[in-house]
């Protein structure tokens, strides 16, 4: 089986999460899309939901999609949130199927600060989302790693349990969680940013004031 790893905050989950990580999980054609938010992210501060709304609202997301997970992963877990670590834990869960770990172009480009980073690719399949006619720019080493692992069709991650890099093109959905948490705040028109579920769950839950 093929699993897809998709992670972060989640603070809230948006329609750029929900759509991008959707177009990725079908061109990927994958059996299961887990949506993980994280617990404690090292690169960031802390979340300003807690992480049983964070998780409540990536299932609100995706509630019409059978084969996505909200993967309580990292949330039932008391360390930081590492990916490398995650992956290993959940290869050794999933010893038979094969892990893809999805991350947007502007994450990716900064992969080389991660705990480990040069690791991933022992455990997992890489598969990058670019956005068109975004141009992020790669640390030199990630760079490197991608040349040497890069592949062009999703096919390939199915011949080998991990070790490839895949780039994606994925829908541009102008939105992030910061300034949708600003227009929250501030009482600009933002419900058409989340899915209804979840826009309902912020509202009856008044997160974000």
Known sequence: MLRVIFGGTFDPIHKGHVQTSLAAFTQLKAERLHVMPSAQPPHRGGPTATAEQRLEMVRLAFTDYPQVIAEPWELDRQRLSYSLLTLQEMQQQWPEDTLVFLLGDDAFAKLNTWHRWQELVQVAHL???????????????????????????????????????????????????????????????????????????????????
């Open 127 to 209: 598969a990058v989302m670019q956005r068109p006619n975004q141009d992020v720019c790669w640390a030199a080493e990630v760079e490197q790693l991608a040349q040497q692992r890069r592949v062009t069709d999703s096919h390939a991650l199915k011949q080998q349990q991990a070790g490839c890099i895949l780039c994606l093109d994925t829908p541009a959905i102008d939105v992030s969680a910061t300034a949708l948490r600003s227009k929250i705040s501030h009482q600009q028109p933002w419900e058409h940013l989340v899915p209804p579920a979840v826009a309902h769950y912020i509202k009856q839950h008044q997160l974000y004031p």
